[in-house]
């Protein structure tokens, strides 16, 4: 695979940055040989390192060819050939085992030292994301987390246990099936709500999900409609669907999220180019000879919302350090011009095209045409970036997350 100039003094830039950080951090962190205590990581297909195999749902990723290009070269639960950016991120960061998903055997004694992933495929923002696909929703993974900190403070002691939660990494990644396994599909809710309707009510989830709130008495009427999320928009209200009207009181409520149970260091990945993933091409982009632009301006609207979400927050909650991981440019730079990076193929991935990557099996060991050499890749499936396309992802998600680490 060649490789240009720019990611060869990329790659010496990060090294520097990260021998410097560690350098300024005085190898505090675990055992003197990681930036970060831990890492928890909480979202969906990007991060899901293998929950998902051990829940009621057809989206998995434990068979061929998935894992082939990993260590071992099996699968390992993780929707890609080998490794994610998370993966690559916790090599840069010092770590020589990987935190296991909760819900594996794995995720037990001491290996809770190093983090878990709460992460399943096909969740969402929107829990009722992850209810189509009978995936963990967000709010469950909060609840994981919660179980997790009290199995920590048995392994570790409550001292430690306390200082891993508070100097530990937490990353979230979320969105992208809300939009292309939900909004874009359902219409229930495209007939119903613009695009940044649905990206406004995401926002709102992400920040409560961040901070929590102490919420008063109030009076709501909310309109639940047949076979989609409750969403009350004013422009909605004279919508022809049918519709039943329930009049609730909300009381006031401690609410622990992410910020009240210690978090202090997140980053959470903005929506990449979704308008380039090989599944909104297929399905979306007849009249378009590249990405769907119509997309790709959603993705962008809704990253600029979480973006001013995730700045408020850093001003209203005392000690957070929150950056959004803009993975929006950096994929959106290996679409467009592949060969700079080294790349053949962006438009198709490397398992399963054209109509099969429509399905839900998205690449199984009978997929038509699964190529020989993923490096070539930008995409390994319909949605999922390679492992090569993974490393320059880590790349910039580490360089643009470095205020994280000190």
Same mark, same amino acid.
């Given at each position: 695979?060649?490789?240009?100039?720019?990611?060869?003094?990329?790659?010496?830039?990060?090294?520097?940055?990260?021998?410097?950080?560690?350098?300024?951090?005085?190898?505090?962190?675990?055992?003197?040989?990681?930036?970060?205590?831990?890492?928890?990581?909480?979202?969906?297909?990007?991060?899901?390192?293998?929950?998902?195999?051990?829940?009621?749902?057809?989206?998995?990723?434990?068979?061929?060819?998935?894992?082939?290009?990993?260590?071992?070269?099996?699968?390992?639960?993780?929707?890609?050939?080998?490794?994610?950016?998370?993966?690559?991120?916790?090599?840069?960061?010092?770590?020589?085992?990987?935190?296991?998903?909760?819900?594996?055997?794995?995720?037990?004694?001491?290996?809770?030292?190093?983090?878990?992933?709460?992460?399943?495929?096909?969740?969402?923002?929107?829990?009722?994301?992850?209810?189509?696909?009978?995936?963990?929703?967000?709010?469950?993974?909060?609840?994981?987390?919660?179980?997790?900190?009290?199995?920590?403070?048995?392994?570790?002691?409550?001292?430690?246990?306390?200082?891993?939660?508070?100097?530990?990494?937490?990353?979230?990644?979320?969105?992208?099936?809300?939009?292309?396994?939900?909004?874009?599909?359902?219409?229930?809710?495209?007939?119903?709500?613009?695009?940044?309707?649905?990206? #406004?009510?995401?926002?709102?989830?992400?920040? =409560? +999900?961040? $901070?929590?709130?102490? !919420? &008063?008495?109030?009076?709501?009427?909310?309109?639940?409609?047949?076979?989609?999320?409750?969403?009350?928009?004013?422009?909605?209200?004279?919508?022809?669907?049918?519709?039943?009207?329930?009049?609730?009181?909300?009381?006031?409520?401690?609410?622990?999220?992410?910020?009240?149970?210690?978090?202090?260091?997140?980053?959470?990945?903005?929506?990449?180019?979704?308008?380039?993933?090989?599944?909104?091409?297929?399905?979306?982009?007849?009249?378009?000879?590249?990405?769907? #632009?119509?997309?790709?301006?959603?993705?962008? =609207? +809704?990253? $600029?919302?979480?973006? !001013? &979400?995730?700045?408020?927050?850093?001003?209203?909650?005392?000690?957070?350090?929150?950056?959004?991981?803009?993975?929006?440019?950096?994929?959106?730079?290996?679409?467009?011009?592949?060969?700079?990076?080294?790349?053949?193929?962006?438009?198709?991935?490397?398992?399963?095209?054209?109509?099969?990557?429509?399905?839900?099996?998205?690449?199984?060991?009978?997929?038509?045409?699964?190529?020989?050499?993923?490096?070539?890749?930008?995409?390994?499936?319909?949605?999922?970036? #390679?492992?090569?396309?993974?490393?320059?992802?880590?790349?910039?998600?580490?360089?643009?997350?470095?205020?994280?680490?000190?």
């Amino acid at each position: 695979m060649g490789i240009n100039n720019n990611y060869l003094r990329l790659r010496g830039a990060l090294a520097l940055i990260v021998a410097l950080a560690f350098a300024i951090s005085g190898g505090d962190a675990q055992n003197s040989t990681t930036l970060v205590p831990a890492i928890l990581t909480f979202g969906d297909s990007a991060v899901d390192v293998g929950n998902n195999d051990y829940i009621h749902t057809i989206f998995k990723a434990n068979f061929p060819p998935y894992g082939r290009d990993f260590i071992n070269h099996k699968p390992t639960g993780s929707f890609c050939n080998g490794k994610l950016a998370t993966d690559i991120t916790a090599d840069t960061l010092g770590f020589t085992a990987y935190p296991p998903a909760y819900l594996s055997p794995q995720a037990s004694g001491k290996k809770l030292l190093l983090g878990a992933n709460f992460a399943s495929a096909r969740s969402g923002y929107d829990d009722k994301t992850a209810f189509l696909s009978h995936a963990i929703p967000l709010s469950q993974q909060l609840e994981y987390y919660k179980e997790y900190q009290a199995k920590l403070a048995k392994v570790a002691g409550n001292e430690k246990a306390r200082s891993i939660i508070k100097d530990g990494l937490y990353i979230l990644s979320a969105g992208n099936s809300d939009f292309l396994q939900n909004y874009y599909v359902n219409p229930f809710l495209y007939k119903v709500y613009t695009p940044d309707q649905y990206s #406004s009510y995401l926002a709102t989830i992400f920040s =409560s +999900f961040v $901070k929590g709130a102490v !919420s &008063s008495p109030v009076s709501i009427i909310q309109t639940v409609y047949f076979g989609e999320p409750n969403i009350l928009t004013p422009s909605n209200l004279d919508c022809e669907q049918k519709r039943i009207q329930v009049h609730m009181i909300s009381h006031p409520s401690q609410v622990d999220k992410l910020y009240n149970l210690g978090a202090r260091r997140i980053g959470v990945t903005s929506l990449p180019p979704l308008g380039c993933v090989p599944l909104a091409i297929t399905l979306f982009g007849m009249h378009e000879s590249g990405c769907v #632009s119509r997309i790709n301006n959603d993705a962008q =609207s +809704f990253n $600029k919302m979480i973006n !001013s &979400s995730a700045t408020n927050l850093q001003k209203q909650l005392p000690g957070l350090k929150i950056v959004v991981f803009d993975i929006y440019k950096s994929l959106y730079d290996l679409v467009k011009t592949p060969s700079n990076y080294g790349f053949a193929e962006a438009r198709r991935g490397c398992c399963g095209t054209g109509i099969i990557e429509t399905t839900w099996l998205l690449c199984n060991p009978k997929s038509i045409g699964t190529c020989r050499n993923a490096t070539e890749y930008v995409f390994w499936d319909s949605v999922h970036p #390679s492992q090569a396309a993974n490393q320059l992802l880590a790349n910039a998600l580490i360089l643009q997350g470095i205020s994280l680490i000190g």
